[in-house]
């Protein structure tokens, strides 16, 4: 827990601006890690890739068996302002909050709580005298919340270098009750894919003049009416493959007619489709690719038409379709000549990763022995995690944050009073070392 604790202190605020990123504080981070995990340091093989990203190799007893990736990233959300914390965000303190012990502070949960368990797990594990049957390669990207160049790079190093991970585990899922209606068990939810993302640029240019003698369309009236006319044609919807399979393996969870209905997902898609899509914004955008314009920029003067104007549409790509795919039917929805949609920045969503092989198995099986309550189920999710960039280097990308995490706890990544309770940290410690013990 110190360990840990010492980690949050470190405030490796990401920024997307390179230049207004405190690079102290991951050079600090570094030296912060050395001090904590001296086994680690001593044992395993250490490179720094593009200045800051962590990959680390711990060698096994045999590299014939493919080796195995875990990652988690170094870099945290920015806290915003720090008034509003109920406790301080880069402080770590422990306290009693609603009769639990939490550490309270940016990162707990995302993403410096898996960081620190693994190593911490590592730490533990050799300090007992193992030595893993397979080399485990750990990578700790420094980017993950902005533009995830780090994974990216550690990522070409792994291919020129020829490793095919067996498979990689990365942050996702969590452990969470009440995820479904009727659930009656804990479900580990573990990511087998992720969206994609897309940025397209509309942009609208015209003569300008004065604001006294206006056009019936001026380039701010054409761009709005391109806006209203994405947010009127909604991509497609439909449960992917991996919603479906999360809905049945739900159903061993769920009681009664719940239960029946999640488990004949084959019959009841249409019914549970619906459900999703009325719930919540975000059980809506797990059945099918999303679109927000999420900013607009024209105009220069109040009394002068502007020649130009622009908005970005920044869309969450569902499996199955590309980012060609989804320029295509945004320049159909909007259907005007004189407004120039591009695709300006993005990838594609991932392949899905399979629900059995080794990496699935050892998931499930670990799950088994220390959450025996807990039933293991596959979705798919709507945020991009580093692991993107190892899907090209096995199709066994799994994403799992093995913690506990309550509604609330969920409710605060990425917003302020982030914390995680103790006791659901240390059973992720429990997690990484059983797992990393059968490798
Ligand atoms: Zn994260």
Redesign the pocket.
């Known amino acids: 827990m110190e360990r840990f604790r010492a980690l949050l202190r470190v405030p490796t605020v990401s920024r997307s601006e390179a230049a207004e990123t405190d690079w102290a504080a991951f050079a600090a981070f570094r030296e912060e890690l050395g001090r904590q995990f001296p086994r680690m340091h001593a044992a395993l093989d250490r490179e720094v890739v593009l200045e800051h990203t962590l990959l680390w190799r711990w060698r096994g007893a045999d590299a014939v068996t493919p080796p195995v990736v875990l990652m988690a990233?170094q870099d945290v959300v920015d806290p915003g302002r720090l008034e509003d914390w109920a406790h301080p965000a880069f402080a770590a303190e422990i306290l009693e909050h609603e009769g639990e012990s939490v550490v309270w502070g940016r990162g707990t949960a995302?993403?410096k709580g898996s960081l620190a368990a693994i190593c911490c797990a590592v730490e533990s594990l050799l300090e007992a005298g193992h030595r893993p049957g397979r080399d485990i390669w750990l990578l700790f990207g420094h980017d993950?919340?902005t533009h995830g160049t780090g994974a990216q790079a550690a990522a070409a190093v792994l291919a020129e270098r020829g490793v095919a991970p067996a498979f990689v585990l990365d942050?996702g899922g969590a452990i969470v009750r009440g995820f479904l209606p009727g659930q009656t068990r804990p479900i580990a939810a573990v990511g087998v894919a992720e969206k994609g993302v897309g940025n397209y640029l509309l942009r609208v240019t015209e003569r300008g003049g004065h604001a006294s003698a206006p056009p019936p369309l001026s380039a701010i009236g054409r761009l709005a009416r391109a806006i209203t006319r994405i947010d009127r044609a909604p991509f497609r919807s439909r449960l992917p493959g991996p919603m479906r399979e999360m809905f049945r393996s739900a159903g061993q969870a769920a009681s009664g007619a719940r239960g029946w209905l999640y488990r004949n997902v084959r019959l009841t898609a249409p019914i549970l489709l619906a459900a999703l899509k009325s719930a919540s914004p975000e059980s809506r955008a797990m059945t099918g690719t999303s679109r927000v314009a999420t900013v607009i920029r024209g105009g220069h003067a109040q009394n002068a038409i502007p020649e130009r104007a622009e908005a970005i549409v920044n869309a969450r790509i569902a499996p199955g379709e590309t980012l060609d795919t989804v320029l295509a039917h945004l320049r159909r929805s909007v259907r005007d000549p004189l407004v120039a949609v591009e695709l300006e920045s993005g990838w594609n969503p991932s392949p899905i990763a399979p629900t059995s092989g080794e990496g699935w198995s050892l998931l499930a099986s670990t799950l088994a022995r220390l959450r025996p309550d807990a039933v293991i189920a596959p979705y798919q999710q709507n945020g991009a995690?580093d692991s993107r960039s190892l899907t090209p280097l096995t199709p066994n990308v799994y994403r799992f944050t093995p913690f506990e995490l309550s509604e609330a706890e969920r409710g605060a990544l990425h917003a302020v009073d982030e914390r995680i309770r103790v006791e659901s940290w240390l059973g992720g410690v429990a997690f990484y070392r059983e797992l990393i013990a059968q490798l």
């Open positions: 990233h995302d993403d993950e919340e942050e995690t």
